[in-house]
């Protein structure tokens, strides 16, 4: 793993394995964490990025 992330979980699974990290570094314009899951070399979410968690969040059903 990158010196830049840290690993706070991992799971295999079927598909690939299932990774938590988080940046090392603080983003520098909101001084936030950041938080990203992995699986296998996609990224499948990211905390920077929350556009499309909020959208499919608001769909009916």
Not at 7 to 19: N, V
Not at 28 to 53: Q, R, Y
């Amino acid at each position: 793993m990158s010196k830049l992330f840290e690993e706070l979980d991992y799971r295999p699974t079927a598909i690939g394995p299932l990774t938590l990290r988080r940046r090392r570094r603080r983003e520098p314009v909101t001084g936030t964490d950041v938080f990203e899951i992995k699986l296998g070399e996609e990224h499948l979410m990211s905390s920077l990025f929350t556009a499309s968690e909020i959208a499919l969040a608001r769909l009916p059903g």
